[in-house]
């Protein structure tokens, strides 16, 4: 969930420029324009924002699902719980509509779980993003990312922003972390579809890893 009434902006694309809507209250925590900012421009590198499906769950004021309409995604799926921030979602995705004369964003007013288990059996995403609420615990968390890995497309990227303090989050079969950074209180995991199966031979020899790319780790 994106938290205060900090303004924000659209950064970059067809609406760039545009001043979002904030949530107002201090319940939902928004990803602030420099974090928002340097997680687009390794997307960016990734290749994987136009032309996307993507998804933001707990979208909190949907700042990272209308960026992403923003620089060319074909669709994007905002779910918000909170009847307040699903309000805000909505302003917010008909401002990019609006630019795009087309509805390209859409609004979920909706648990994430209960999306998730309703979701067809065919519904892929190429971009997903989560920033759950603080108080959300690991199980919690593990529970939801097991329901996305069978929603994912091949070479999608899975993001999620927690709090520097808090562990890792446990990767379900069918998804692997391939990189993270730290922007002061904030952490960004990144998580891609994985291999399901054994283990590998722990004798075998690891192929070099590209510097940064999806499909390979590249830590802080």
């Known amino acids: 969930m994106h938290r205060g009434a900090a303004m924000s902006r659209i950064i970059a694309g067809a609406a760039g420029g545009t001043p979002l809507v904030s949530v107002p209250g201090s319940l939902t925590r928004p990803t602030t324009d420099r974090v928002k900012e340097a997680l687009f421009s390794r997307l960016d590198a990734f290749e994987v924002v136009g032309d996307a499906r993507v998804l933001d769950l707990y979208a909190g004021s949907g700042s990272l699902g209308v960026e992403s309409a923003s620089r ?17 979602c909505q302003r917010n995705a008909d401002l990019v509509n609006t630019v795009a004369r087309r509805k390209v964003v859409s609004v ?4 994430v779980e209960s999306f998730l288990e309703r979701t ?4 892929r995403w190429d971009l997903v993003f989560l920033d759950p609420p603080y108080p959300l615990d690991e199980p919690a968390l593990a529970a939801v990312l097991a329901k996305l890995a069978q929603h994912l497309a091949e070479g999608a990227v899975v993001v999620v922003e927690r709090s520097s303090r808090t562990p890792e989050p446990g990767w379900p079969d069918g998804m692997e972390r391939f990189a993270e950074r730290k922007y002061g209180e904030t952490r960004l995991w990144f998580a891609e579809p994985g291999v ?3 283990e590998p031979d722990a004798a075998a020899q690891p192929a070099p890893e590209p510097e ?7 830590g802080d």
């Open 212 to 218: 940064d790319q999806p499909g390979d780790y590249a």
């Open 108 to 111: 979920h007013r909706s648990k």
């Open 196 to 198: 399901e199966g054994p």
């Open 120 to 123: 067809g059996e065919a519904v």
């Open 72 to 88: 060319g995604a074909e669709s994007v799926d905002l779910v918000e719980f909170d009847a307040k921030a699903s309000e805000v």
